[in-house]
């Protein structure tokens, strides 16, 4: 307390007094009135200094210990050496959470922003990836990094881990498959279960580290052999804590439905059995979100898009609605679906399975020839699907496949419709400027013993266009539906890139001669008429690529923004609500809406759908990790049989360490080491995204083909080396006086 000032009653003293007071029959000191009393003090201070100083009384002296941990917990607060709290600003802290890398090194990424602290090794020992903690800047590192150092670890991120266990004498151990993780851990011995050296394990963790002692655990689950089929998907949904069980409470509510609609609940909603809605999808798809109708009418097109009603069957606060907010998504994998909702109605009750009835939301949208639409709404309906088609199978039959267009003679009307729409949807994406990457998707082939036979490329048709334009009109509705009536949603936001980003890709364009100048706040027309005009060049691949890697990240947010890819003022995710839950959301949305009439719709705080958009956010980066961990698990035991082999492959990323490189035959991306390029020393120009040789003035550029040997395949890190393939006879230069390094190294 200020000296010479007379205590005042709490009550007069603590701001939240009274709001202590409906919570407690015993007020306790507000939490705010803790920091404010601590910011006067300008010093930390210990228990006994705020029982004397507030005038504690000793009944309530417990109830403020508890309180001053609980906020120590949460880090509004720490102690010092002495016991003293005090404010977690003021003592120069900064709390955030833990971003690890594989080498061992990592980083503090601060809650409230600003500058990452660099984690040494050292620093890293007593901390996992994902711990939230108080640190502390120490200084800079020889690399001018700010280095930081741990101070308190407020959360553990990590219950469980999955690893390969070990029995080496007498020593059992467990080493992660998360390469994340760099510690190992002990087992803690005489468990129920008994695993066999090699086996993939699920160890509860029973003691963190310290920086001194090795962490410990408990084997709770043999998940089998290293290389058994589907290893890869039971490793990456446990290193990437994916929820993939269901509570016996989600069973339970699912149990309720059956696989017919009630015909209560079709009772006052549109009919549209008789229309011919189809669903255009791939040939393995299961869940059937969204269906399509267009036909011309006088001055355009109509358009009706239709999607599953999951809103009627996942109430809001039901045991099915927590874990789907849990869940965020459904993860594809290769060969397996972690769902987001119960099979029963992901591919059955929800699912717009053909010829039987379903319940849907639908968008009507009418067209001008131009493709703009010009009138729009939203209602519940009642629909039946007449064809499940494939995408290869309509882009067929547009095509003039006559088998297909005999057999599906009804709907060949109604397809022609809809190519002839996405023309002029296609007018309109162009005038607007939506950026188009020539981007390659591949698909994995399995043999009968489910190893990888081959990898293939998957080439979007006219079908995947005409449905991704039909899908893009129904989110932009939505989008403008909330606006319309202000009511707080999620939208999907696509920042413009920053200007750092900008300024590094002009300064690029302009070492390659592109003539088109970038003005100081591009538009995504901007971009795309860059990409449409250099399409031709020899180094397209390369300027694409670069461009791409400019573009900020997507995100979903309660506050409305643009999409600068897609080039529309406001857009949000509507047409795929079984497997993503924001648009489940905006469903709700709309449904309350529908109800509302010209009353204000009870609905979700802003402060709540900002927290969900965050999770959800995180949830979709979090299922494209993992699936990205599976899958590149898979490509390099399809490589382990290939080394020593020969290709030719396309430069996608150049570092100070060597170059990446994807294969044209196999797509398959691997690392040629900076030390292996040839007999002479080499330095990295990361201005114009090469490597030079100092001597020969050799040049590898993002882009460029070069011809690769594959050198090694690691599994356990999900990597692949290669080194540059020199036909006989052809010299690099002079004798490298280069060392080798490891790319643990490099990096």
Known sequence: MPENQEPAALSERDPMFEREKEKYERPIVSREYILQYLEEAGQPLTLEDFFAELEIEEEDQEALRRRLRAMERDGQLVRNRRGAYGIVEAMELIRGSVSAHPDGFGFLIPEAGGKDLFLSPREMRKVFHGDTILGRAVGEDRRGRIEGTVVRILERALKQIVGRYFADGGS??????????????GVVEGGELAPVHGQIVTLNITQYPDGRNMPQGSVVEILGEHMAPGMEVEIAVRNYGLPYQWSQAVLDEAARFSEVVPEDMKAGRRDLRDLPLVTIDGADAKDFDDAVFAEEIADGFRLIVAIADVASYVQSGSAL??????????????????????????NGLCSLNPHVDRLCMLCEMEMNVAGEVQRFRFARGVMRSQRRFTYDEVAAILDGDEALRTQDAAMVPHLEALHRLYQSFAGARERRGTIEFDSQETRIIYNDQLRIEKIVAVTRNVAHRIIEECMLAANVCAAQYFRIHDLPMLYRVHPEPSADKLEDLRRFLGELGVPLRLPERPRSADLAKIIEETRDRSDSSLIQTVILRSLSQAFYTVDTGMHF?????????????IRRYPDLVVHRGIQALLDAGTQEPRWLAKKELQELGQHCSMTERRADEASREAVNWLKCEFMMDKIGETFTGIITGVTGFGLFVALREVYVEGLIHIS??????????????RIIGDRSKETFQLGDAIEIRVMNVNLDDRKIDFERAVPEGQATGGKSRRPRRSRKESS
């Not at 059992?172 to 851990?185: A, K, L, M, N, T």
């Not at 003022?569 to 609500?577: E, G, K, L, V």
């Not at 390029?677 to 995204?689: K, R, V």
């Open 321 to 346: 609605d927590k874990e789907a907010v849990a869940r965020g998504n459904s993860v594809y994998f290769p060969r397996r679906v972690i769902p987001m909702l119960p099979e029963i109605l992901s």
């Open 565 to 577: 890819g897609l080039a529309f003022p406001a857009y949000t995710h509507f047409t795929s609500p």
């Open 676 to 689: 292996t390029l040839g007999e002479d020393y080499f330095h990295f120009d990361a201005q114009h995204y």
């Open 172 to 185: 059992h151990y467990v080493v992660p498959e998360d390469r994340r993780i760099s510690h190992e851990f």
